[in-house]
């Protein structure tokens, strides 16, 4: 690892209150010969912890910025908050919903370039933040990662719909196709005839712009961080007033069809684990959904 990259000790600021050494997961700060703080020159996965947990400020990352750049939020006012009342993020999560309807309006590119890093303050495996968003704040462009996503089940309802294909299908690939053609067939091609013939959006549901979150496959979990700042980007819009829906189909069409990340410009190392279709919602929904019982098990 560079020297650069790895935290710096200012020794003169330093009060040697060995709170840094205490948080280090990689375990490279060490109390040096004369009870300073000496960094091993060791991997470091650079989760900032020691700085964050510095009471004099006497560490500096070069490599992180505690400022995500926001453009749409004040971000000196939020800094130093300790954090909101549960009640208060309770509310944000149960008011989330997955939004159906859209209103034709745009949604300002700066809202959706503020949730991507939003997005970014999410955990991930190793701190790797292997992830990579694709932004798509205009309409057209919505409709032509749908047309794309359309195209892959033509095809695909196409061959499920022969049986022969079907059965040479299950010998050498098992039972995905006919399982496919059992759950979806008939509701996927109802959508496709909606959009030829009516131009009905039930991919979108009309959204205006949407957001793909992808991840290097080299990170150490990016299906995991990739959908946990896509939790972050669901909850940051639902505060910001817009309305969000995930679109799985999207996300299995592009597994297969490598025309869709191609046309979203992502590399072929990066796979897209979550397509979030974002705009005003056309629905003011007045409680929460319910949810069903949970029992969870309890170790005693
Ligand atoms: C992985 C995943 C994929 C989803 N894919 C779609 C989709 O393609 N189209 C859609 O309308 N909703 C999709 N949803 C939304 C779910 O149907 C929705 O989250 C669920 O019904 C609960 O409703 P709520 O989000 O309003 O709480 C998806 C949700 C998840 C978690």
């Known amino acids: 690892m560079s020297h650069l990259e790895l935290p710096a000790i200012d020794a003169d600021l330093c009060v040697a209150c060995n709170e840094c050494i205490g948080v280090c997961p990689d375990r490279i700060l060490e109390t040096g010969v004369e009870g300073d703080i000496v960094v091993?020159?060791?991997?470091?996965?650079?989760?900032?912890?020691?700085?964050?947990?510095?009471?004099?400020?006497?560490?500096?990352?070069?490599?992180?910025?505690?400022?995500?750049?926001?453009?749409?939020?004040?971000?000196?006012?939020?800094?130093?908050?300790?954090?909101?009342?549960?009640?208060?993020?309770?509310?944000?999560?149960?008011?989330?919903?997955?939004?159906?309807?859209?209103?034709?309006?745009?949604?300002?590119?700066?809202?959706?370039?503020?949730?991507?890093?939003?997005?970014?303050?999410?955990?991930?495996?190793?701190?790797?933040?292997?992830?990579?968003?694709?932004?798509?704040?205009?309409?057209?462009?919505?409709?032509?990662?749908?047309?794309?996503?359309?195209?892959?089940?033509?095809?695909?309802?196409?061959?499920?719909?022969?049986?022969?294909?079907?059965?040479?299908?299950?010998?050498?690939?098992?039972?995905?196709?006919?399982?496919?053609?059992?759950?979806?067939?008939?509701?996927?091609?109802?959508?496709?005839?909606?959009?030829?013939?009516?131009?009905?959006?039930?991919?979108?549901?009309?959204?205006?712009?949407?957001?793909?979150?992808?991840?290097?496959?080299s990170a150490s979990c990016p299906a995991e961080d990739s959908l946990l700042a896509t939790q972050n980007i669901l909850l940051a819009a639902q505060s910001m007033g817009l309305g969000t829906c995930l679109i799985g189909f999207v996300v299995e069409a592009a597994k297969r069809d490598k025309r869709i990340p191609t046309l979203l410009q992502l590399g072929d190392n990066e796979h897209i684990y979550s397509v979030i279709a974002c705009g005003y919602s056309a629905v003011t929904y007045k409680r929460a959904a319910g949810r069903r019982v949970v029992t969870p098990i309890i170790i005693t």
């Open 40 to 217: 091993r020159d060791e991997q470091c996965m650079l989760c900032g912890h020691c700085q964050a947990v510095c009471p004099v400020e006497a560490i500096a990352i070069p490599a992180l910025t505690s400022h995500l750049g926001l453009q749409t939020i004040d971000e000196e006012q939020v800094s130093g908050l300790p954090g909101v009342s549960t009640a208060a993020l309770l509310q944000v999560m149960r008011a989330r919903r997955s939004c159906r309807l859209f209103t034709n309006d745009p949604v300002e590119l700066s809202l959706l370039a503020d949730l991507v890093k939003i997005g970014t303050t999410a955990p991930s495996g190793t701190n790797s933040q292997g992830w990579q968003f694709v932004i798509l704040p205009k309409r057209a462009d919505v409709k032509r990662l749908g047309e794309a996503t359309a195209a892959f089940y033509r095809d695909l309802n196409k061959k499920a719909a022969n049986p022969l294909y079907r059965l040479i299908s299950r010998l050498v690939a098992g039972k995905s196709l006919s399982n496919y053609y059992k759950k979806y067939y008939v509701t996927i091609k109802q959508g496709i005839d909606d959009w030829d013939t009516h131009g009905v959006d039930r991919l979108f549901h009309g959204a205006s712009a949407a957001i793909v979150v992808a991840a290097d496959q």
